[in-house]
C-alpha cells in the first residue's frame, strides 16, 4: 500500500532553516508528483509547491518564493523541503502528499495520499 | 489571488443530506477535488476530478461541478462523516493549487 513516511518534529529558532524529508513506498517514486501543504493549528490547508521527482522541476505558491526549495534523491526515494528565514508564523503541521492523476499536468491532479505530518515549531 | 469560497459550518441531522459548496469563478476552466479531515488527522481524498470517488470511500459521497460551483454532497450522513472538508482547485494562470477555507460539517 502506498505510504509517504515523514522525518520527525523540529524546532527551530526564527531565523533558521528546516529540511524535511518524505519517503514515498508502495509505488514507482519518479511516476507521480510530489507536493507539500502546511496547516497551521486551528487553520487551513496551505498548498506550498510540487515537484516532478522524475525531473526535479519544481513550483512554488508566491507567497514561498525565495525561502522555498524542493529537493530530491533518486537513489534513496527521498524528497525535501527546505524551509528558510523561519519565523513564528511558519509554525504549523507540514504534509507531504502525493500528486495523483498525470506527472507535472497539475490541472488533471488531486492529492490521493498524504504523510502523517511534521510538526515546525518556530520559537526563540 | 484566486479564491475558493465555502461556508464555514454546515449542520446536518443523522440519515439527512449534507450539500457543502465551494464557489471560484474559475472552477469551470478545470476541476475539483474535496478532502475529509477529522482532528488529529491527516486529510484523505473523498472527490476527486469533479465526481469521482477513490476506492473505499463510501458510495453516500458525490460531487458535481457547475462552473462556477463545486459540490460535495453527502447522502445519508452519519455521525462518523462529522469533520472538516476543503474544496480544491488548480489555477492554471498562477500555476498555483488553490484550497478553500474549509467547511466544519456538524452532525446533531
Known amino acids: 500500500q502506498v505510504q509517504l513516511v515523514q522525518s520527525g518534529a523540529e524546532v527551530k529558532k526564527p531565523g533558521a532553516s528546516v529540511k524535511v524529508s518524505c519517503k514515498p513506498s508502495g509505488y514507482t517514486f519518479t511516476n507521480y508528483d510530489l507536493n507539500w501543504v502546511r496547516q497551521a493549528a486551528g487553520q487551513g490547508l496551505d498548498w506550498m509547491g510540487w515537484m516532478n521527482p522524475n525531473t526535479g522541476d519544481t513550483g512554488y505558491a508566491q507567497k514561498f518564493q525565495g525561502r522555498l526549495t524542493m529537493t530530491r534523491d533518486t537513489s534513496i526515494s527521498t524528497a525535501y523541503l527546505e524551509l528558510s528565514s523561519l519565523r513564528s508564523e511558519d509554525t504549523a503541521v507540514y504534509y507531504c502528499?502525493?500528486?495523483?492523476?498525470?506527472?507535472?499536468?497539475?490541472?488533471?491532479?488531486?492529492?490521493?495520499?498524504w504523510g502523517l505530518g511534521t510538526l515546525v515549531t518556530v520559537s526563540s | 489571488s484566486y479564491e475558493l469560497t465555502q461556508p464555514p459550518s454546515v449542520s446536518v441531522s443523522p440519515g439527512q443530506t449534507a450539500s457543502i459548496t465551494c464557489s471560484g469563478d474559475k472552477l469551470g476552466h478545470g476541476f475539483a477535488s474535496w478532502y475529509q479531515q477529522k482532528p488529529g488527522q491527516s486529510p484523505i481524498l473523498v472527490i476527486y476530478?469533479?465526481?469521482k470517488r477513490p476506492s473505499g470511500i463510501p458510495e453516500r459521497f458525490s460531487g458535481s461541478n457547475s462552473g462556477d460551483t463545486a459540490t460535495l454532497t453527502i447522502s445519508g450522513t452519519q455521525p462518523l462523516d462529522e469533520a472538516d472538508y476543503y474544496c480544491?482547485?488548480?489555477?492554471?494562470?498562477?500555476?498555483?493549487?488553490?484550497f478553500g477555507a474549509g467547511t466544519k460539517v456538524t452532525v446533531l
Open positions: 480544491q482547485a488548480w489555477d492554471s494562470s498562477t500555476a498555483h493549487y488553490v
Open positions: 476530478q469533479d465526481r
Open positions: 502528499v502525493r500528486g495523483g492523476g498525470i506527472i507535472s499536468r497539475p490541472q488533471f491532479n488531486y492529492f490521493d495520499y
